[in-house]
Nanobody, 124 residues
Framework: QVQLAESGGGLVQAGDSLRLSCAAS????????MGWFRQAPGKEREFVAA????????QYADSVKGRFTISKDNAKNTVLLQMNSLKPEDTAVYYC?????????????????WGQGTQVTVSS
């Protein structure tokens, strides 16, 4: 079992930065692929970024590539999402998720555990 709790969301202006944090509990946290997803009002939840259990490989959605960075600290049981050069279209609820697999995936259905989400609002 893995429990996830996101924090760090807020209201910022276009061009600003935010860092989201996901605190995880559970003895096997270090073995999970971790992902960030987001859901804007009226839209489906979409993949943002993922990282392997050891942090060696990452994957990003094209819309955030070069602006967002995902990282993982197994010693602290946390996953971070550094978001730079934010745009109004980044406005959404951001969710942290954990998948009990060894390969990176964008598929929502392969993530077993989810946090409650944190709101990110970017004004123009």
């Amino acid at each position: 079992q893995v429990q996830l709790a996101e924090s760090g969301g807020g209201l910022v202006q276009a061009g600003d930065s935010l860092r989201l944090s996901c605190a995880a509990s559970g003895r096997t946290f270090s073995s999970y692929v971790m992902g960030w997803f987001r859901q804007a009002p009226g839209k489906e939840r979409e993949f943002v970024a993922a990282i392997t259990w050891n942090g060696a490989r990452t994957q990003y959605a094209d819309s955030v590539k070069g602006r967002f960075t995902i990282s993982k600290d197994n010693a602290k049981n946390t996953v971070l999402l550094q978001m730079n050069s934010l745009k109004p279209e980044d406005t959404a609820v951001y969710y942290c998720a954990a998948a009990g697999i060894t390969y990176l995936t964008k598929s929502i259905r392969q993530y077993d555990y989810w946090g409650q989400g944190t709101q990110v609002t970017v004004s123009s």
